[in-house]
């Protein structure tokens, strides 16, 4: 029976939260782990889409764009074009609307090992266009004092969803973002968040680190730029416990 790939959706309504930066770095260090690795972005800010690549492009996945190489190996990418605002408006009035990314991934899901889907910050069309595409989500938390609240918000909107469609969606993890090393508050936020979530919760936390934004801004994931700062080993950390976690352990099943 053919492998179809896990849909990765990385979501949070709040904006800031590293939404971005983990879907381009965990993207990047499967890419290197020898995954073949799809990277959508589902944001019209595009900015995966220029952390990734250098163009800047028309078409967005529900225009028809296809992939593209991105500086990272073993990594493509779907990008947000300047399309997206208007498509967003298309879909959220368009009978079934909300089940057209779900529809343009099933063929990719043959030819990648993983794809991972960027979101922006809120809950409308666009994410909800990602949960019912997802098999599983990702939540970027900043270690900070009002983390939980979007994500019980989030959550919510999960179940809102499960009552009208059948999600295929698991909570894959969360992940503690953007932590400054040492902070009482940081520690504190990673406490509560565990002993709430437990093992949904990745043991890798990314530390606020500079490098992240730095490397973004050359259109480089962290393994091309700075692959020994402290955010990168972060991130390789979590992308192992990623792909344990997904059952992405063997061998790419893709032909090169
Ligand atoms: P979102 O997609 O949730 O809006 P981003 O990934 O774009 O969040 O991150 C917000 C800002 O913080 C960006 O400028 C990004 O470069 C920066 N950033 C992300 N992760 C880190 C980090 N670990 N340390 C420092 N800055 C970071
Ligand atoms: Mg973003």
Known sequence: MERLAPVLVVSNQKGGVGKTTTVVNLAAFAGLAGKKVLVVDNDPQANA????????????????????????????????????????????????????????????????DLIVVDCPPNLTCLPTNALLAATHLLVPLQSEYFALEGLSQLLAHVDGLRQDHELQLNLCGILLTMATPGSPLAQGVEAEVRRHFGQGVFDAVIPRDEMAAVASSHARALPDHD??????LAYLAATRELLTRLGLTTPSQVPA
């Open 227 to 232: 692959p020994l700062c402290p955010a990168a």
């Open 49 to 112: 889409s220029s952390a990734l690549n250098k163009t800047a492009f028309e078409h967005s996945i529900y225009s028809g764009a296809e992939p593209v190489p991105t500086s990272a190996d073993g990594v493509h990418l779907v990008p947000s074009g300047a399309d997206l605002a208007d498509q967003e408006r298309r879909l959220a009035g368009a009978v079934g609307g909300s089940l057209a990314l779900r529809d343009r991934l099933k063929a990719h899901r043959v030819h990648f």
